[in-house]
């Protein structure tokens, strides 16, 4: 109850993320047990230009537990 009581700062600035001109993508684990996909959507759709990749195949361990096809996926869309 402390930890949600504490007046924390904000974690990005939305106006520089509605601003972004650079490429970018990120993922989106649909069944996340540490971050609510609507969180995560409303983040993204937040981002200028960002190109959400959903996934209900991985968890929010995923780039450690498959970086390389987590990372490729990601850089190919970015790119595309």
Do not use: C, K
């Amino acid at each position: 109850h402390l930890l949600a009581a504490h007046p924390w700062p904000a974690l990005y600035d939305a106006a520089r993320l509605a601003d972004n001109r650079v490429p970018a993508a990120a993922a989106i684990y649909t069944d996340d047990m540490y971050v609510a996909a609507e969180f995560s959507e409303l983040t993204a759709a937040a981002v200028n230009g960002l190109r959400p990749w959903r996934s209900e195949a991985h968890q929010h361990s995923a780039l450690r537990t498959d970086g390389a096809a987590i990372l490729d996926r990601l850089i190919t869309l970015a790119r595309s």
